[in-house]
Nanobody, 127 residues
Framework: QVQLVESGGGLVQAGDSLSLSCTAS????????MAWFRQAPGKEREFVGY????????????????LYGYPVKGRFTISRDNVKNTVYLQMNSLKPEDTAVYYC????????????WGQGTQVTVSS
């Protein structure tokens, strides 16, 4: 059974940093991209970025012109530890607008959808 388990969320102040983890189990994730999404109350789910499991190549969403208007590129960094089967989301210079439930997801590179999802972890940034 494939499981993605996020951890590391919490309450922080604006300007603080926080690191989220997503521990994956149940299968090999070679050929997958591991992504982070977030969803704020009353808003649509937003793509934060992904990392390709095999190569470590990353891509970040740019919400500068999107729903939230606050780009994460340059503040957030995605990395992975293949030995620990864990993907990380390092978030720096957090803003209240980053408050959301953060989800980890895994999708095959050949697919346009994400096949597996975690349960999410809450991040709250106070001003």
């Amino acid at each position: 059974q494939v499981q993605l388990v996020e951890s590391g969320g919490g309450l922080v102040q604006a300007g603080d940093s926080l690191s989220l983890s997503c521990t994956a189990s149940g299968r090999s994730f070679g050929g997958f991209r591991m992504a982070w999404f977030r969803q704020a109350p009353g808003k649509e789910r937003e793509f934060v970025g992904y990392i390709i499991w095999d190569s470590g190549t990353t891509l970040y969403g740019d919400s500068g012109s999107g729903l939230y208007g606050y780009p994460v590129k340059g503040r957030f960094t995605i990395s992975r530890d293949n030995v620990k089967n864990t993907v990380y989301l390092q978030m720096n210079s957090l803003k209240p607008e980053d408050t959301a439930v953060y989800y980890c997801a895994a999708g095959r590179l050949r697919d346009s959808v994400y096949n597996y999802w975690g349960q999410g972890t809450q991040v709250t940034v106070s001003s």
